[in-house]
């Protein structure tokens, strides 16, 4: 889908039951007559910063987009050029550049509003960027720049959206999209990509699925641009995937944990939550006979990176219920998925999503495991 339904929680919805591997078509804003009292659903509150720069190199006037991946440095670091100039600079990134050819290190590029539009810079740019190192396809970049990061990006940057949503500079749907690209709870800024199962959530959605009885509560897992990136290795286990920070507060470690002590469901919205919850589970000595607790199983807090590859064969921990989107071929995602439902089951309703024309990807239809 190149546009998400609307309203938003007005798309399809697949429910699919791990044990039989029965199918029922509903749409989306139906889940919470599928919810229950008791149920703990548990969200990524992530948000997509506009980590995509249009910019000129600063000798030749050459265009260049940088899509930033992962802040390397907070503070200020300081480096001496080939004329022994010192330079400070206040972030440092690591980045993906396109064309990459032609870009080395010491490139310096200008970045400034609607910079590919005009024919000269400005006498002073938003950002200014350097390129430190380069290695593995990727680019160190340092920036410098008046006022704060947060506002230049505001200023200059824009939403980076998968590549299969495509747009031009003078698309209708290019504003829109910096609403789209949100969930509706999206609070700490540090993803390139968005945990798209939430997108499908309206407030009015998550008020009502509370008044019933069901309890939602937060963690963060900032995206990375390699959730788009295809598995290509003949044997999955070799297949690398980049490193995600993620938090998980004391409050919902709490509300997790109690739900695991009462027996109650724990619904994940979006694979980047499964990662992260799964990646904060320790084997504890069980205080109660409990079901769950017999597997020893407590949720820590924290704050931490997390490399987890799930595939098919992985023994969940935490979650009964999964909230998630149509995913890409070969992907981490749908691999992650058909751990969860098994690979017949998500083979089996793939297929049927095919024959009954859903949505896929980012701005498509949801499917609901359980």
Same mark, same amino acid.
């Given at each position: ?9 007005? $798309?399809?919805?697949?429910?699919? +039951? ?11 804003? &139906? ?27 600063? &000798?030749?006037?050459?265009?260049? !987009? ?24 206040? /972030? ?12 080395? !290190?010491?490139? /310096? ?5 609607? +910079?590919?539009?005009?024919?000269? *810079?400005?006498?002073?740019? $938003? ?16 920036? &410098? ?23 031009? *500079? ?15 709870? =999206? ?26 009885? =069901? ?27 980049? =490193? ?31 990662? =992260?919850?799964? +990646? ?70 793939? /297929?049927?999503?095919?024959? !009954? ?7 498509? &239809? ?5």
């Amino acid at each position: 889908a190149q546009i998400p339904a609307k309203p938003r929680d007005h $798309c399809r919805l697949m429910v699919l +039951s791990r044990r039989t591997g029965q199918t029922e078509h509903k749409m989306f804003v &139906d889940i919470v007559k599928l919810v229950k009292p008791g149920d703990l659903l548990v969200i990524n509150n992530t948000k997509v910063i506009r980590a995509r720069l249009l910019g000129k190199k600063r &000798d030749t006037g050459g265009k260049v !987009e940088v899509l930033l991946l992962r802040r390397l440095a907070k503070l200020e670091k300081t480096t001496t050029s080939s004329c022994g100039k010192r330079e400070n600079f206040k /972030e440092v990134w690591e980045t993906i550049v396109r064309p990459a050819r032609r870009i080395r !290190e010491e490139t /310096e590029v200008l970045f400034w509003k609607n +910079s590919w539009a005009s024919s000269r *810079s400005p006498g002073t740019p $938003c950002l200014l960027g350097k390129v430190l190192s380069t290695g593995g396809g990727k680019f160190i970049f340092g920036f &410098d720049f008046p006022g704060t990061f947060p506002e230049n990006l505001e200023k200059i940057g824009e939403i980076p959206l998968p590549p299969y949503i495509k747009r031009n *500079s003078h698309d209708r749907f290019k504003l829109q999209d910096k609403k789209w690209y949100q969930t509706v709870f =999206a609070k700490k800024e540090g993803a390139v990509a968005a945990p798209t199962a939430g997108l499908h959530f309206t407030k009015r959605l998550l008020n009502r699925i509370e008044a019933k009885g =069901a309890k939602v509560v937060p963690l963060t897992l900032h995206v990375s641009w390699g959730t788009f990136r295809p598995v290509r290795e003949a044997e999955i286990t070799r297949h690398r995937l980049d =490193a995600e920070y993620f938090e998980l507060s004391g409050a919902t470690a709490r509300a997790i944990n109690q739900a695991i002590e009462k027996g109650k469901r724990i619904i994940a919205v979006g694979t980047t939550t499964v990662r =992260a919850l799964e +990646s904060c589970c320790v084997e504890e000595k069980p205080p109660s006979i409990s079901a769950k607790l017999e597997k020893k199983v407590v949720v820590k807090p924290g704050k931490n990176w997390t490399e987890l590859f799930i595939y098919p064969g992985y023994k969940f921990k935490v979650i009964d219920g999964l909230i998630t989107n149509f995913h890409l071929p070969g992907s981490t995602l749908l691999m992650l998925v058909a751990a969860f439902a098994g690979k017949e089951n998500i083979f089996q309703a793939y /297929e049927e999503a095919i024959k !009954e024309k859903y949505h896929f990807y980012s701005y498509g &239809d949801a499917m609901f495991i359980i």
